[in-house]
């Protein structure tokens, strides 16, 4: 369900030259609506140059903090990163969708854990709100950090990481990649599987790990995975949330005949029924019927435009996140489906 909200920007921080960190204020009658959980994030809808775009930003406070607060790191041709950097500022308000995401983490207080994350560029951006929540809420948890940058100066949070292993010294440690720099206590280099086994198998070698969390590029997700279930972790003790899709693997659809499709999509509890090009992508299809669907990223990195096929069928070009499991239970990113019958229901209330 779409829910989008006006709100004021209360403070926009520097956080590197090409990084920005916003918080917002939020109305006591919205509180409930903007509750979190630690790795969530949100989506920002903008209008720029007549046209509607969205874009999704972690969340990187705590949920107890009392603040919302999202990190946009500026990128080349970005069109609301490079405005959220060289424009926005404390009094202006931007729509924003209830936070969302599945790369969460609930803490509990009464139990001894060890976790470890791996983080690229941005990627510490819901990896920083997991890590807080932890040394705030289960004291007796500890958490290594291995994160990757260019160099220090473009090492987003690094200020306050310093502050946080200086206040949790007997539980947190960190370990800075840097590629292109070389630095005293850091790892030359980047997050590759001689980095990961340096780091876990000799820095923290007597460490077992409850949980692992790993965000940033799709190509680094892919090669930590790998570097652990060669050590014998399973899929089931791994968190990822991908920022950079690798495209390579997009897997092609044949489509025989052209012709259009039936379809029926049910969002915000509407009914709608129309018809669309039988090579087209569904949620594409959708958004020209006129329905408010939730998307975002429309690259298959993220969660928001999920449904689930009530009759039909729909194979997708790209699913880096949904399981083998949700996908047999009916579950699609629709902004990566091609509809496989000539007719198809989806339902974007029931996930």
């Known amino acids: 369900m779409s829910r989008f909200n006006l709100l004021t920007v209360k403070e926009v921080r520097r956080e590197t030259p090409n990084a920005v960190s916003i918080a917002f204020d939020i109305p006591a009658d919205l509180q409930q609506d903007y509750k979190f959980t630690a790795g969530q994030y949100l989506n920002i809808k903008y209008q720029h140059e007549g046209k509607e775009i969205r874009r999704a930003y972690s969340i990187c406070s705590t949920p107890t903090s009392g603040e919302l ?9 970005g069109i609301f990163s490079s405005y959220a950097n060289e424009i926005l500022k404390a009094g202006d308000q931007l729509e924003v969708e209830a936070p969302e995401g599945r790369f969460t983490f609930e803490p509990n207080a009464t139990v001894s854990n060890n976790y470890a994350a791996f983080a690229a560029g941005s990627g510490i951006t819901p990896v920083i709100a997991i890590l807080k929540t932890t040394l705030e809420q289960e004291p007796n948890s500890k958490f290594v950090l291995i994160y990757g940058n260019k160099n220090a100066e473009e090492t987003i949070f690094r200020d306050e990481l310093y502050r946080l292993q200086e206040q949790y010294k007997e539980r947190l440690f960190i370990h800075f990649v840097y590629s292109r720099i070389r ?3 850091s790892i030359f280099g980047r997050i590759d599987k001689a980095a990961i086994n340096f780091v876990v198998n000799n820095k923290h070698k007597d460490t077992t790990f409850q949980q692992f969390y790993i965000c940033g590029p799709e190509d680094m997700i892919d090669t930590v995975s790998a570097t652990l279930q060669d050590r014998g972790v399973t899929k089931e003790n791994i968190s990822f949330e991908i920022f950079t899709p690798n495209t390579d693997g997009a ?43 939730p998307y975002s990223c429309q690259g298959g990195i993220c969660s928001s435009c999920m449904c689930r096929i009530i009759k039909g069928s729909a194979t997708m070009k790209l699913n880096s996140i949904l399981t083998d499991q949700e996908v047999e239970d009916g579950l699609i990113l629709s902004c990566q489906a ?14």
């Open 69 to 77: 607060r999202i990190a946009v790191k500026k990128v080349e041709n």
């Open 183 to 185: 630095e005293n206590d």
């Open 251 to 293: 897997a092609p659809i044949e489509i025989t005949g052209g012709g259009t499709i039936k379809v029926t999509a049910l969002v915000d509890d509407d009914e709608t029924t129309f018809e669309m090009a039988k090579d087209q992508v569904l949620l594409n299809g959708v958004l020209e019927a006129g329905l408010d669907a």
């Open 338 to 351: 091609i509809v496989t019958s000539d007719e198809i229901y989806v339902d974007y209330d029931d996930i």
